[in-house]
């Protein structure tokens, strides 16, 4: 399933994520298709070829944005409910139960065939092991690293979209993950699939243990991203973690 970058409106919708397809009026088959993911309007730049997944959060909801995302072109949407308002909007909206776990789908469907993942987890240094890993490898294969800091659930699924066009069968994929809340690390894992058979453990730090019971119970939730991994490199200076 990799290697590509447009995607037509009726795939995506059963691409994984169990979408009903709202169809626009103007694209009543779906064919038209969409390039970009985003979750956060401000990061529309070209908005006849991006797909707006309406996240809800603690703070936010996502569908509130769509009147003005219509009106500045947006016609594909991932939601999980229409308003009477919209039904005269010619744009597609592909209803799922949760945008979350459909954004998680997505990214499985996005980088299932490649088995070249590398996986880093851990509190600090992520990104900088993934930049090195990245430096390092470049010279000798085809690899791609998920842009920027983008590791938590969310952030994971989008670097997914954004990486798989980039991939073949044979490219080395580095990613970073991050929870920072029980129960996190189950969304992650729905995303890995087979795709990453090493994975790389950072230090883990006191950082969020408020969150959880105990930082052996923080170090148990990290450590449920690594069961199918076949390689696990990391520092046993930490006696949880060796545990």
Not at 55 to 69: A, C, F, K, Q, S
Request: some cysteine.
């Amino acid at each position: 399933m990799t290697g590509y970058r447009d995607i037509a409106v009726g795939d995506l919708a059963h691409m994984n994520i169990e979408g009903k397809l709202r169809p626009a009026a103007s694209d009543p088959q779906g064919l038209r298709t969409v390039r970009y993911l985003v979750t956060d309007s401000r990061n529309v730049l070209y908005p006849a070829d991006t797909v707006f997944a309406a996240v809800r959060t603690r703070v936010g909801d996502g569908h509130n944005y769509i009147p003005e995302l219509y009106g500045r072109g947006v016609r594909t949407f991932i939601v999980e409910k229409t308003a009477p308002s919209w039904h005269d909007y010619d744009a597609a909206f592909i209803v799922v139960p949760d945008v979350k776990e459909a954004l998680a789908r997505l990214a499985y469907a996005r980088l299932r065939g490649n088995e070249r993942g590398i996986l880093i987890v851990g509190s600090e240094g992520k990104t900088e092991t993934k930049e090195l890993l990245y430096r390092v490898l470049k010279p000798q294969c085809d690899v791609v690293r998920s842009p920027r800091s983008w590791n938590s659930a969310i952030g994971f699924a989008l670097a997914a979209w954004e990486m798989s066009p980039y991939c073949t069968i044979d490219t080395v994929v580095i990613s970073e993950a991050a929870i920072d809340g029980p129960g996190q690390a189950k969304t992650i894992d729905m995303m890995l699939g087979y795709t990453y058979h090493v994975a790389i453990v950072t230090p883990v730090t006191p950082e969020h243990d408020e969150a959880f019971a105990s930082h052996a119970a923080k170090v148990a939730e990290k450590v449920k991203m690594l069961i199918g991994r076949c390689i696990v490199i990391y520092c046993d200076n930490d006696p949880e973690l060796r545990h």
